[in-house]
T-cell receptor, first 114, second 112 residues
Framework: DTAVSQTPKYLVTQMGNDKSIKCEQN?????MYWYKQDSKKFLKIMFS???????INETVPNRFSPKSPDKAHLNLHINSLELGDSAVYFC?????????????FGPGTRLTVL | GNSVTQMEGPVTLSEEAFLTINCTYT??????LFWYVQYPGEGLQLLLK?????DKGSNKGFEATYRKETTSFHLEKGSVQVSDSAVYFC???????????FGRGTSLIVHP
């Protein structure tokens, strides 16, 4: 059973297109996240949701919009894709209870914008 | 604010060599400290953690001790294997928050 799953695993698209990445967790966690990892493996948090409510929105262009239909899902929609959006995007989840929380990561979605 | 500093990679070792990856931190209060590992083509996964000073986290032959006096959480393994080749991330949570601060990652390459 996959704890945190993402689809698709690979996404190749043209500049200017709109695309979505889906994420689901079956761990019963209250908190979900989106991270962006660049080509040098630097990991940057983008968003965090707790019980379907946005609690962190780092400096991210407003072309990126997260949507949480329920506690188990956090989707990422990206409008007007740009070359600089090419990266690996990771969804993660955690209990959201205290600072000994462990993050559980999905397998990643490699986005390539041409 | 909180920050994590890791040694730059890549770290290149021969199989069975001793590994140390340095990690130091700055944080308010009493942080929890973590090491995550990312194998090629996969997401990060927890390797070990320690939640208070002098605690030692250990897993799969890796160890790290929470040193409050030196604000460090160095990762060690006595004898690395080719299968340990991965990127290792040091991280912390602090101040009652469960949102982690990650280091920049250290790539480890182990040759047969």
């Amino acid at each position: 059973d996959t704890a945190v799953s993402q689809t698709p695993k690979y996404l190749v698209t043209q500049m200017g297109n709109d695309k979505s990445i889906k994420c689901e967790q079956n761990l019963g966690h209250d908190t979900m996240y989106w991270y962006k990892q660049d080509s040098k493996k630097f990991l940057k948090i983008m968003f965090s949701y707790n019980n379907k409510e946005l609690i962190i929105n780092e400096t991210v262009p407003n072309r990126f919009s997260p949507k949480s239909p329920d506690k188990a899902h956090l989707n990422l929609h990206i409008n007007s894709l740009e070359l600089g959006d090419s990266a690996v995007y990771f969804c993660a989840s955690s209990q959201g209870s205290d600072n000994s929380d462990t993050q559980y990561f999905g397998p990643g979605t490699r986005l390539t914008v041409l | 604010g909180n920050s994590v500093t890791q040694m730059e990679g890549p770290v290149t070792l021969s199989e069975e060599a001793f590994l140390t990856i340095n990690c130091t931190y700055t944080a308010t209060g009493y942080p929890s400290l973590f090491w995550y590992v990312q194998y090629p083509g996969e997401g990060l996964q927890l390797l070990l953690k320690a939640t208070k000073a002098d605690d030692k986290g250990s897993n799969k032959g890796f160890e790290a001790t929470y040193r409050k006096e030196t604000t460090s959480f160095h990762l060690e393994k006595g004898s690395v294997q080719v299968s340990d080749s991965a990127v290792y991330f040091c991280a912390l949570t602090a101040g009652g928050s469960y949102i982690p601060t990650f280091g920049r990652g250290t790539s480890l390459i182990v040759h047969p």
